[in-house]
């Protein structure tokens, strides 16, 4: 495995090999789950220097919370599972191996609810649990170099823009017999269905979910066979999977277990912050506008709609269609805090401050509230009261990025420069910037003799110089 691992056109051979299908499971053809640890590692580096993977700390803890519930019903599995979101406009999922699971914006903006998207992560957690992965790269390893090679140069022309020309490439290059082998495998797909929907019921999720989702997968090729999504590239057989879904929920009504009592709002407010984060803004606002003409009174397109303009840095008309949209729902603390967020953009902190403190009172833990007050305080010239509000959010929602990064400038404005290189390094780590983390943390260890501080400091500086190492090596080819 080691000599494979060195070779960077395997791994990203490796990868079209993972979204090809998946092969039908030979028993004790599967690599070992140490190696599925050390593969996963090399071929998320090449994911996210590909793909623009979602950071954003609602987005992924959502997805990451649905995630961990249906895992919570399965047996005890050998790897910690990670959830994330690519920003990309396409109906997608995919499972890496070592159990990291990726969806795209495009399918969640798409979905009605959290069983439709609790439905496709199963599915591909379920993927990973009956170690179809595995099994698909142990064979991948007997492939030929030159197969191999001409695999990597699909990737390349697809990333590059050649599209189908980078298919046929992957395709071409693997031969008949590769392509027998990784063909696209009805038996997996419906083992990860039923698995899939068991598990979802367990977690006290709805199975209509998965089926829905599957048709409006499904509805995408309408369009025409160059819009076939890439999902039913990826995951083959979608119609007999959707009459085998609906035969299985009329088969399980009887025995179908207490449902979890979702809250349509959650799901509504992270399909909300998809599309005002990720969305072309342009384009979003006129989507918006358009609804509004037909249903003036459509108070979600209108939250929307100012949110937009926000991001469009058009913020008094922003302020003006959140106040109308809080004037019908004056209670709800979710509005008024984007409301104290666009008053703090616009530089009306005073108005932003008795919002966002407001909003605070109802919802005392939410990260972008306890941020935007923070950073309200801070130009208000009151540090010592927003350090405490950062500190309190980076214990509570670690990956939010930014925080560290204004905890830092302002710790470092109060003269505490050990703390405040510390996390700046923290934030430079985040943001893959690895030569600066580790000036910040060398800087860090140069300001204190703390013994707990040094040993954090230190800590974090040898896991970046290792990081940055694997990075010199994988570009030289091991």
């Given at each position: 495995m080691k000599r494979l691992l060195q070779h960077p056109l395997l791994i990203g051979a490796l990868l079209v090999v993972l ?26 580096r090449i994911i996210f220097k590909r793909m623009q993977v979602v950071e954003d700390p609602y987005i992924t803890g959502y ?225 918006q506008e358009q609804i509004l003409k037909r249903e003036p009174g459509n108070t979600l397109a209108r939250y929307r709609y ?173």
């Open positions: 979204t090809l299908g998946t092969v039908a499971p030979p028993p004790a053809a599967a690599i070992t789950f140490g190696e599925e640890e050390e593969l996963s590692a090399e071929i998320l997805v990451n919370r649905v995630g961990r519930r249906i895992l919570s019903v399965m047996p005890d599995q050998p790897f910690r599972y990670r959830f994330y979101v690519i920003n990309q406009d396409m109906y997608n999922a995919f499972a890496t191996p070592a159990g990291h699971i990726f969806i795209y914006s495009g399918l969640i903006e798409a979905m009605q609810n959290e069983d439709e998207l609790a439905g496709i992560i199963a599915h591909e957690i379920t993927h990973v649990y009956a170690r179809h992965i595995s099994q698909k790269i142990e064979y991948a390893k007997k492939l030929t170099w030159a197969q191999l090679a001409g695999m990597a140069a699909g990737i390349l022309l697809g990333a590059a823009g050649g599209g189908a020309a980078g298919s046929a490439m992957v395709m071409g290059s693997a031969g008949a017999g590769a392509s027998a082998q990784l063909a696209f495998s009805r038996d997996n797909e419906m083992q990860a269905d039923q698995l899939g929907m068991k598990f979802l019921t367990e977690a006290g999720y709805g199975t209509e979910g998965l089926l829905t989702s599957l048709k409006l997968i499904r509805t995408k090729t309408w369009y025409g066979k160059d819009q076939i999504p890439a999902y039913m590239m990826t995951h083959p057989a979608i119609d007999d999977r959707i009459a085998y879904v609906t035969s299985w929920i009329e088969d399980h009504r009887d025995t179908a277990k207490p449902r979890l009592k979702l809250n349509p709002l959650d799901f509504e407010r992270l399909q909300t912050r998809l599309i005002v984060e990720l969305s072309d803004p342009s384009a979003a606002i006129a989507k100012g949110l937009l303009l926000a991001r469009a840095n058009r913020t008094g008309e922003a302020v003006t269609e959140l106040r109308e949209v809080l004037a019908r729902n004056a209670f709800n603390p979710y509005y008024l805090r984007d409301l104290g967020r666009v008053y703090f953009q616009a530089g009306r902190l005073d108005q932003a401050l008795s919002t966002l403190e407001t909003a605070r009172s109802m919802i005392p833990e939410d990260p972008d509230t306890l941020f935007y007050l923070a950073r309200t305080l801070q130009d208000l010239g009151r540090p010592a009261e927003a350090i405490p509000l950062l500190t309190a959010l980076i214990q509570k929602t670690p990956d939010y990025r930014e925080a560290y990064y204004f905890l830092g400038q302002m710790l470092g404005q109060q003269g505490a420069l050990a703390d405040a290189h510390y996390y700046l390094g923290i934030y430079h780590l985040r943001n893959h910037d690895l030569k600066t983390a580790l000036t910040q943390f060398r800087q860090s260890l140069r300001n204190t003799d703390d013994p707990e501080k040094r040993e954090r400091a230190d800590r974090l500086f040898k896991q970046t110089e290792d990081e940055i190492k694997a990075e010199r090596k994988a570009l030289e080819g091991g």
